[in-house]
């Protein structure tokens, strides 16, 4: 049984709590900051809860936009996607994939998600955009991009970030909606902060570049449990939070 449930409803809340504080702190209005589910190793009735438990706050405040879920990997984003399929179908919920997709997965990955927040090269891209215009479909992507250099994390290396977005822009079947990192390992939070800075950078210089297909890439995703407040204060858009709604995930064996 997901013996964490009963609780979910009360640790989002928290989490809006601590989103909005960080806002208010960087004069930003908390409205600006979406909570992102990320629900990688939950089952699909946990997840179904943390959905109606976002349902729930955003209908409380008359928030109408949709609840973002976001899964790592293709195989678990396919078997929970039936779960929300209701709520995907009706514009309420959005079902994103947030960790490393590999070409050979397109389809798989086509077939349940919304958007894929996780583009780190052209080729990668252009499968998906085309694919996407033999579907007579769009996909809006964001471009991952790696800030803290760490080998264990995929994405672009940030000096070849904004080459890669102004293509990605420029494909047909997709819509470049902005960029997303992982942050820095490391308690050290001026290292953190200015790798979420230099996304921010990224973005800025990618909008003011004029180059097709770049007005709309304004999404920030930077932050998750452990570093959010400071992802909000470099204008992070998007939170990306597994631990703080759902509980500790159990550590995978191996
Ligand atoms: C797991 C994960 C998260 C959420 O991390 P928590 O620390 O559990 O909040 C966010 N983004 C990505 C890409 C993840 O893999």
Redesign the pocket.
Known sequence: MPTECPGIPARLAAVHDRVAAAARAAGRDPREVRVLL?T?TQDAETVLAGVRAALDLADAAGDDRPVLV?E?RVQELVAKAPALAELVGSGRAEAHL??HLQKNKVNQVLASATAVDSVDSVALARALSTRCERDGRSLDVLVQVNVSGEDSKSGVAPDDATALAAEVAGLPGLRLTGFMT?GARSDDEALVRAGFARLRGIRDEVLASGAPGTATARELSMG???DLELAVAEGATVV?????VFGA?PTPAG
């Not at 990306?240 to 703080?244: D, K, L």
């Open positions: 990320a990688k976001g790592n947030i960790g992982i998750m449990t452990g990306r939070i597994g631990t703080a995930r």
